[in-house]
């Protein structure tokens, strides 16, 4: 639990800037600055440092400043006055989550967080085929051979190897792990194991992982293959990495599904976990989707508790209604199905909404500067920060609870939600 050591120095802190929600900060805070003293990483100390008091807190309408209430009731008359409403952003904590999907029943309308683009391909496979997956935990205590597909991790998730991968405090043989990837244009320093090991690296093209799964599967399963190398890696390379997924006590298979920047990343993803399947016919293996930034894991969890579906879910039938490519936000607004939009973001200032000629009510970490100005501006606060709540990290079983550090005059998204619905 978080702890305040000394005046201004707080201890145990939980970070909500990266799906990792890493809870050992050590931060200090002086006339409303905040700094990260300790273990801290590239993206929490600049999370931090960037959060000062001295930004504009004030509403805007049409950018003007205006009261509290008045901007509240702006908000309302547009999403009132819309045939077909969009919630999105949604980066927030769990309770402005809850609050948000209360307006979104109460006016119909549909809800789509600002990272589903790549999130969803890990929602179609496990809707589409299921998978085997594992926590953070498990991975910091076990995992012998961990091998990552497309991705660096640290870029996402400075702090990752740091803490679960050549952890001192390990129950099984942390000191013998290895490290696999495979991909292109990869940082894999941080593959290096403390005694000097270095990664095996398999290069590819990040478009083309899908094959390699596919090459290994049939390895496992002693299928013959008519080739000599698959997506431009020698089949005797891809041979020995069979051969050892297949000894490992413990593996992990993990990626970043918004490094997948291609079309139909989802059957990448499936062919990542059709693997994994494989694997454990004959020994323990366990895929890691990694993600959770801005909220993305939380939104995803409160909406589907909620209402019983993911993200990109409807409310304009009088009950949910799911579809993942007709409701993504980016496509109702490009084809003009969206005839207003209230963005959220309280962790990221420069999350800013998309342009667009539609109506716009922005509630926003204060800072955020816009080209074109929304309808309605309302600064609110930032969750861990300036009030309590909860995130989920990126396995999705721990709802990190987040602390207040300093106080602040702004309210919290699910304050501004609350009154928004009672002036519905």
């Not at 802190?13 to 006339?31: E, I, K, N, T, Y």
């Not at 309308?109 to 998978?131: E, I, K, P, R």
């Not at 894999?188 to 194991?193: D, L, P, V, W």
């Not at 309302?378 to 909860?390: E, R």
Request: aromatic share 6%; proline share 5%.
């Amino acid at each position: 639990m978080t702890q305040l050591l000394s005046p201004g120095i707080w201890d145990e802190v939980p970070c909500p800037f990266c799906g990792l929600a890493c809870d050992d900060l050590r931060v200090a805070s002086q006339s409303a600055k905040l700094e990260v003293i300790a273990n801290g990483c590239s993206i929490s100390s600049k999370a931090f440092a960037g959060l000062s008091s001295s930004k504009p807190t004030a509403p805007r309408i049409a950018g003007k400043t205006a009261l509290q209430k008045d901007a509240v009731a702006a908000v309302a008359d547009i999403l009132r006055n819309a045939k077909q409403p969009l919630i999105a952003g949604l980066g927030t904590d769990v309770a402005g989550m809850r609050a948000l999907m209360q307006i979104a029943d109460r006016v119909g309308a549909v809800v789509d967080h600002m990272n589903s683009v790549y999130f969803m391909s890990n929602v179609l496979t496990l809707q589409d085929s299921g998978w085997i997956v594992t926590t953070l935990s498990e991975l910091k205590n076990r995992v012998d051979l961990l091998v990552i597909a497309g991705t660096d991790v640290t870029g996402r998730f400075p702090r990752f190897f740091e803490r679960y991968v050549w952890n001192r405090d390990a129950l099984f043989g942390g000191s013998l792990r290895e490290v696999v990837y495979f991909g292109r244009g990869l940082d894999t320093r941080a593959g290096t194991a403390p005694d000097g090991r270095k990664p095996t690296v398999i290069a590819c093209d990040n478009r083309r992982i899908g094959e390699i799964a596919g090459a290994l599967r049939c390895l496992i399963a002693r299928r013959p293959l008519q080739v000599k190398q698959i997506a431009d890696v020698p089949l005797v390379e891809l041979q020995q990495l069979a051969t050892r997924m297949q000894s490992a006590r413990y593996g992990v298979l993990a990626w970043a599904a918004a490094d997948f920047h291609f079309k139909h990343a989802e059957l990448t993803v499936q062919s990542l976990c059709e693997l994994v399947k494989d694997l454990n016919r004959s020994t323990r293996f366990s895929g890691l989707p990694l993600g959770g930034n801005e909220g993305d894991m939380t939104a995803n969890q409160v909406c589907s508790w909620q209402s019983g579906f993911p993200l990109r879910t409807s409310f304009g039938n009088g009950g949910p209604s799911y579809d993942p490519r007709y409701f993504s936000a980016d496509r109702m607004l490009r084809e003009g199905e969206a005839d207003a939009l209230l963005w959220v973001s309280s962790f990221n200032e420069k999350n800013v909404p998309p342009e667009t000629s539609i109506p716009v009510a922005v509630l926003a970490r204060s800072g955020m500067s816009f080209s074109k100005e929304p309808q309605v501006h309302i600064p609110v606060a930032t969750p861990g920060v300036d009030h309590s709540g909860h995130v989920y990290r990126t396995d999705n079983v721990v709802a990190l609870p987040l602390r207040k550090l300093r106080e602040s005059a702004l309210p919290s998204v699910a304050q501004v939600a609350e009154e928004i619905e009672k002036a519905l």
